[in-house]
């Protein structure tokens, strides 16, 4: 795995710029602040270093939160995974606010899952969510995964590692599963003469993606998406769609650009 050689902690100039308030800190590896969200205040223990990169909340998350809130309805019941969860923050947001059935996935790395729970209790969320160590481009830890929402925010930091994301993008949103459910929706819509709007397509994987990187390294992830056999658009506010290309038609996408502009 890259790691990266700048702190997370730059992003964010001074103490006056900052959203959050640092509230306490629990022990020399971790810090807690209040974060706001739309709606919310959590309270999110987070590493003061982690080899991983998991270690604070991105800019991006804060975004995203507020663009889901504006489009909420694309995602209210669905059974969703988040790549990349970090500290859980989103994940626990999204729980609390819209009562979300999500599950949290970072690296194969106990210290994530730990603090990933730890927020959960500290946050009222109990049980804790759901959890999945997985490193992208390994053998994904559920054999035929159901979850037909994907979602993660600023995840698009390791250039070399795209090919494994796009990998485990591949495998959680063309299970089989996933395909049959798609063909029973398809048919029941039918049988109810076609007037039932299914609305974001199933499966779906959405990405904010705040942080800038070259557009060359970016366009990287969105070619090797396309070459992979996925639909990407714009959606607006640095949030993308990915759908398998033979699971949604265009018109459908371009619905959902319009009524998230």
């Given at each position: 795995?890259?790691?990266?050689?700048?702190s997370?902690?730059?992003?964010?100039?001074?103490?006056?710029?900052?959203?959050?308030?640092?509230?306490k800190?629990?022990?020399?590896?971790?810090?807690?602040?209040?974060?706001?969200?739309?709606?919310?205040?959590?309270?999110i223990?987070?590493?003061?270093f982690?080899?991983?990169?998991?270690?604070?909340?991105?800019?991006g998350?804060?975004?995203?939160a507020?663009?889901?809130?504006?489009?909420?309805s694309?995602?209210e019941?669905?059974?969703?995974?988040?790549?990349?969860?970090?500290?859980?923050?989103?994940?626990?947001?999204?729980?609390?606010s819209?009562?979300?059935n999500?599950?949290?996935?970072?690296?194969?790395?106990?210290?994530?899952?730990?603090?990933?729970?730890?927020?959960?209790?500290?946050n009222?969320?109990t049980?804790?969510?759901?959890?999945?160590?997985?490193?992208?481009?390994?053998?994904?830890?559920?054999?035929?995964?159901?979850?037909?929402?994907?979602?993660a925010?600023?995840?698009?930091?390791?250039?070399?590692?795209?090919?494994?994301l796009?990998?485990?993008?591949?495998?959680?949103?063309?299970?089989?599963?996933?395909?049959?459910?798609?063909?029973?929706?398809i048919?029941?819509?039918?049988?109810n003469?076609?007037?039932?709007?299914?609305g974001?397509?199933?499966p779906?994987f959405?990405?904010?993606?705040?942080?800038?990187?070259?557009?060359?390294?970016?366009?990287?992830?969105?070619?090797?998406?396309?070459?992979?056999g996925f639909q990407?658009?714009?959606?607006?506010?640095?949030?993308?769609?990915?759908?398998p290309?033979?699971?949604?038609?265009?018109?459908?996408?371009?619905?959902?650009?319009?009524s998230?502009?």
């Amino acid at each position: 795995m890259d790691i990266a050689l700048f702190s997370p902690s730059t992003l964010f100039a001074d103490d006056d710029d900052l959203s959050s308030e640092e509230t306490k800190e629990t022990e020399q590896s971790h810090v807690e602040r209040r974060h706001s969200f739309p709606g919310m205040e959590l309270l999110i223990r987070e590493f003061s270093f982690h080899q991983l990169n998991a270690n604070l909340l991105w800019p991006g998350t804060f975004a995203f939160a507020e663009w889901l809130v504006q489009n909420r309805s694309l995602v209210e019941g669905r059974h969703c995974i988040e790549l990349g969860s970090g500290t859980g923050a989103l994940a626990i947001f999204l729980h609390k606010s819209f009562h979300l059935n999500i599950t949290t996935s970072d690296f194969n790395d106990q210290e994530i899952e730990e603090n990933i729970a730890h927020n959960c209790r500290v946050n009222g969320v109990t049980p804790v969510l759901p959890h999945i160590r997985h490193s992208w481009g390994d053998t994904f830890p559920a054999a035929d995964p159901d979850w037909d929402l994907v979602i993660a925010s600023d995840i698009l930091l390791y250039v070399k590692q795209y090919p494994n994301l796009i990998k485990t993008l591949s495998v959680l949103l063309k299970s089989d599963k996933l395909k049959n459910d798609r063909a029973g929706s398809i048919m029941e819509n039918e049988h109810n003469g076609g007037t039932h709007d299914i609305g974001l397509p199933r499966p779906a994987f959405l990405m904010s993606w705040r942080r800038r990187i070259g557009k060359e390294d970016e366009s990287l992830f969105f070619d090797g998406c396309e070459s992979a056999g996925f639909q990407v658009k714009h959606l607006g506010s640095r949030v993308y769609c990915i759908t398998p290309k033979d699971q949604v038609s265009g018109d459908q996408v371009e619905s959902i650009v319009e009524s998230s502009t």
